[in-house]
């Protein structure tokens, strides 16, 4: 018996199909009363036991206000957390439909005008989840990531010691520097004014699902961070599209329609996220990857972008 029909049967699960095995093992399958659902394996040593569930708990608070994102479904005994015999942790969570609002490193699809209205109306729905976690009051065993200053640019940021990359060129490992120190003098000034608070932090295209309206799925790296640095996020991917700025343009446009926000500071939460895929990409992937180019090659880009006072 594989993992994955161990796990499945801790819901009745059935026509398990993979979906994806990056951080998780993502699996659809069908449960007992027929309907659809998405079963986890988490990565061990990744996220503990209690940072699942407080992710579970967040999803099933958001998902009970109306927004579009998976809620937890509970196993036939009742638990939502699981473990195997190989001591890893399961989970599921409620299937929604949609096709992915884009693929890293390919062109988004559609004509400039319904890429900017897709941006827009994006834009609203990180609104309107940053909104509903203002009214949670999250339970005192909640513990997450910490997408801070110090998670981002601090002496351990959650996801590596970015400008110590091991293919950065000097030249490259300079630039990373200034800006470590550029984004930390600019994020102490916004947290004056912007409070941390349960963010996605993980906006990419894969993770938003298109269908008669937008989804926002795999909560896996949220946390308690900077509500910006979701909008950072999403156009992380869009910085080679020729159309840059009007995305941008519509993303806050969509933010701003609910929500105040520092539009100048979007570039630079972009600039943060950036940083922080180079260090993931460090001890992740082998070094012959490509992908370590390319994040260094537009960490560098965007770095010098930004520091030369550009949005």
């Not at 990056?22 to 659809?28: G, T």
């Not at 890893?88 to 929604?96: E, K």
């Not at 200034?178 to 003098?185: C, E, G, I, K, V």
Request: with cysteine; proline share 8%; aromatic share 6%.
């Amino acid at each position: 018996m594989t993992e994955a029909e161990e796990a499945a049967r801790h819901w009745g699960g059935t026509d398990l199909r993979e979906l994806r095995n990056r951080e998780n093992a993502v699996y659809a399958m069908r449960l007992p009363d027929g309907r659809r659902a998405a079963l986890r394996l988490h990565r061990m040593g990744y996220q503990g036991a209690d940072a699942i569930r407080s992710e579970l708990w967040l999803c099933a608070a958001l998902a009970e206000r109306g927004l579009p994102v998976p809620a937890p479904i509970t196993t036939t005994s009742g638990e939502t957390l699981p473990q195997l015999s190989t001591r890893r942790h399961a989970s599921a969570i409620g299937w929604i439909a949609g096709e992915p609002f884009g693929e890293a490193g390919v062109p988004l699809p559609g004509p400039p005008a319904a890429q900017q209205a897709r941006h827009r109306a994006l834009g609203r729905l990180l609104a309107e989840i940053h909104t509903a976690t203002d009214s949670l009051t999250l339970p005192a065993s909640f513990t997450r990531p910490r997408w801070d200053i110090d998670g981002l640019v601090g002496e351990t940021p959650f996801w590596g010691r970015f400008w110590e990359h091991p293919q950065l060129s000097p030249d490259a490992a300079a630039t990373l520097r200034r800006a470590r120190a550029f984004l930390r003098d600019r994020l102490t000034d916004h947290a004056r004014t912007a409070p941390l608070a349960p963010i996605h932090a993980d906006v990419l295209r894969e993770n938003i699902l298109v269908s008669d309206h937008l989804s926002l799925i795999d909560f896996d790296d949220s946390g308690i961070g900077f509500r910006l640095y979701d909008l950072g996020t999403v156009l992380s991917q869009d910085l080679y599209e020729p159309q840059r700025p009007a995305l941008q343009e519509a993303l806050i446009d969509g933010y701003a329609s609910l929500r105040p926000l520092d539009p100048a500071m979007v570039p630079v939460f972009t600039l943060a996220r950036v940083l922080a895929s180079v260090g993931w990409a460090a001890p992740r992937l082998p070094p012959e990857d490509p992908v370590h180019r390319s994040h260094i090659a537009r960490a560098v880009m965007w770095a010098d972008h930004v520091l030369a006072g550009g949005r």
